[in-house]
Nanobody, 119 residues
Framework: QVQLVESGGGNVQAGGSLRLSCVASGHAFSSYHMGWFRQAPGKERELEAAISGGGGSQYYDNSVKGRFTISRDNAKHTVYLQMDSLKPEDTAVYYC????????????WGQGTQVTVSS
């Protein structure tokens, strides 16, 4: 079992930056691929970025590639999402997840943190 707690969301103007953090408790954090999903109003939750257990491989959805950076610190049981050049369409609830074996779906989820980008 893995418990996840996100922080770092908030309100920001277009072009600004935010860094989300997700702290994990439980065992074997480094054995999990981790991901950041987001869900905008009226839309399905989608995977935006993922990182392998050791941190050597990353995935980005085309909508965030070049603007968002996922990283992790296994010693601190923490995964980060650095979000730069934010756009109003990035407004959503962002969820941290420990991914399942497919590495595309969440197995364990955080509670979510709201990010609102104003134009």
């Amino acid at each position: 079992q893995v418990q996840l707690v996100e922080s770092g969301g908030g309100n920001v103007q277009a072009g600004g930056s935010l860094r989300l953090s997700c702290v994990a408790s439980g065992h074997a954090f480094s054995s999990y691929h981790m991901g950041w999903f987001r869900q905008a109003p009226g839309k399905e939750r989608e995977l935006e970025a993922a990182i392998s257990g050791g941190g050597g491989s990353q995935y980005y959805d085309n909508s965030v590639k070049g603007r968002f950076t996922i990283s992790r610190d296994n010693a601190k049981h923490t995964v980060y999402l650095q979000m730069d050049s934010l756009k109003p369409e990035d407004t959503a609830v962002y969820y941290c997840a420990a991914l399942d074996e497919s590495a595309t779906e969440g197995r364990y989820w955080g509670q979510g943190t709201q990010v609102t980008v104003s134009s």
